[in-house]
């Protein structure tokens, strides 16, 4: 059901890669609260996804772009520009480990890997950012949301490098919150619980680490769609003093400790060892 939160607005998404993505069903909520925005991700990413499918169902444009590259992305804001005038929020779904697709342990990283996982993931914020403003893409009030992970505070061995893309990701949020709340334009992070997408499910260990914050958390793991709907009200004005924050969206797990379900499958795991 639309509420209208996003009627009249204008943005960029960032990272939809196929259905199961965070990125694509924050597009589809954005479409039902009556939005307008473009799609962009990697011309790689887009010969491996469905993405013109997205474009079809939601009218977006889609534009290639290597955030990596300073001239594609200002490139893109330009053409964001010329389609879209200026835009209101922005979401940076964007996150990847060559480490990690190569099953490079932590200790012995490719340093050159290292820093592509830290250019794409984390300093490809500060891009999107620096161009929108520096092309007059930024509308004042507008809301810029990056997706975030746990891994940023805690370490979570098998997130590797991610856990300190996340970390620098973070960081740069906070950085450029503080200097534009000036035109009352908000930047934060979203820490969203595990979910079943296709990048989460390539992380080695990854039904591991779902299965036990489904046991921690309260409310038990967010779906994507859930997120999506979250990443809706801080676009819309509902959230105008929201910035420089880093929100958690794990169904309370970044604050429990352990779960009678926890503590319960341990000492029968234990019990069945011992017998």
Known sequence: MSHNLLKGKKGIIFGALDDRSIAWRVALACKREGAEFVLSNAPIALRLGALNALSEETNAPIFPCDVTSDQEVR??????????????????????????????????????????????????????????????????GASVVALSYIGAQRIFSKYSDMNDAKALLESIARNYGSRLGGRGIRVNTISQGPTKT????????????????????????PTADECADYCVTLFSDLTRKVTMQNLFHDGGFSTSGISEQMIEDLAKMYNEDTE
């Open 198 to 221: 296709s990048a989460g499910s390539g992380i080695k260990g990854f039904d591991g680490m779902y299965t036990f914050a489904e046991k921690i958390a309260p409310l038990g793991n």
């Open 75 to 140: 490139e893109l804001m330009k053409k964001t520009k010329d389609h879209l005038g200026g835009v209101d929020f922005i979401l940076h779904a964007i996150g990847m480990s060559p480490n990690i697709r190569k099953k490079v342990e932590y200790e012995k990283l490719n340093y050159q890997w290292f820093q592509q996982t830290l250019d794409i993931s984390a300093v490809s914020l500060h891009k999107v950012i620096h161009f929108a403003e520096e092309e007059g893409v930024l509308n004042d």
